[in-house]
């Protein structure tokens, strides 16, 4: 597979470990106008880095993933891309409410939306991303064999997407984010749901 980069970073390679430097204040998210006057509202950036490859058909992508967790919103993450107004995202993320959980991102004609799902204990999940013909599901696992559906949804995709990593910090000075087993298998799953 040939990986290329969106918004290069630092990138270490060692086996079958990736660590892609996440840098200060980066994110994938269009925010269409909302606004807090306390907390953290989320800017509309596309400047995190990205380190995908362009893949067609069908298939399967699975990687354990683990960071430090220090500012809000710092995640590993994976994507799926068709372009800039149409684009998804699966996350291990620090919350705004201080957890550690499986985050999902799915952005249509321009707009994001954002939907926290399970707090997860400790440093380090499994991500998968499936696709069958233009629908996609997001699952995570903590032990790389139980894997639960985060999220499941279409875009308007053709038959070749871009596919990859993701290292954010939306809010933060950036740091390390550890990718470990990454495969991306050619194949149709049975149950796009349970993501077998």
């Not at 994507?79 to 149409?86: A, G, H, P, R, W």
């Not at 201080?98 to 999902?104: E, P």
């Not at 559906?149 to 997407?161: H, I, K, Q, T, Y």
Request: charged share 25%; aromatic share 12%; net charge negative.
């Amino acid at each position: 597979m040939e990986f290329k980069w969106m918004n290069e970073s630092e990138i270490r390679q060692d086996g079958r470990r990736i660590e892609i430097m996440a840098t200060p204040q980066s994110d994938f998210f269009c925010n269409s106008g909302s606004v807090s006057e306390e907390g953290i509202t989320p800017e509309s950036l596309h400047n995190a880095p990205y380190y995908y490859t362009e893949f067609e058909g069908d298939f399967v992508l699975q990687v354990r993933v683990s960071h430090a967790f220090r500012d809000t919103y710092d995640s590993a993450s994976v994507m799926i891309m068709v372009d800039l107004e149409n684009w998804a995202k699966a996350c291990f993320e620090k919350t705004d409410f201080g957890t550690h959980a499986a985050v999902s991102v799915v952005t249509k004609r321009g707009e994001s939306d954002d939907a926290n799902g399970c707090d997860l204990e400790g440093d380090t999940a499994w991500l998968r991303v499936c696709r069958v013909d233009n629908t996609f599901s997001f699952h995570y696992s903590m032990d790389g064999e139980h894997f639960y559906m985060m999220r499941f949804f279409s875009l308007p995709a053709g038959d070749r997407v871009k596919v990859g990593l993701l290292a954010q910090a939306p809010v933060g000075d950036g740091g390390v984010r550890v990718y470990e087993d990454l495969t991306l298998e050619k194949r149709t799953v049975k149950n796009i749901r349970f993501g077998v």
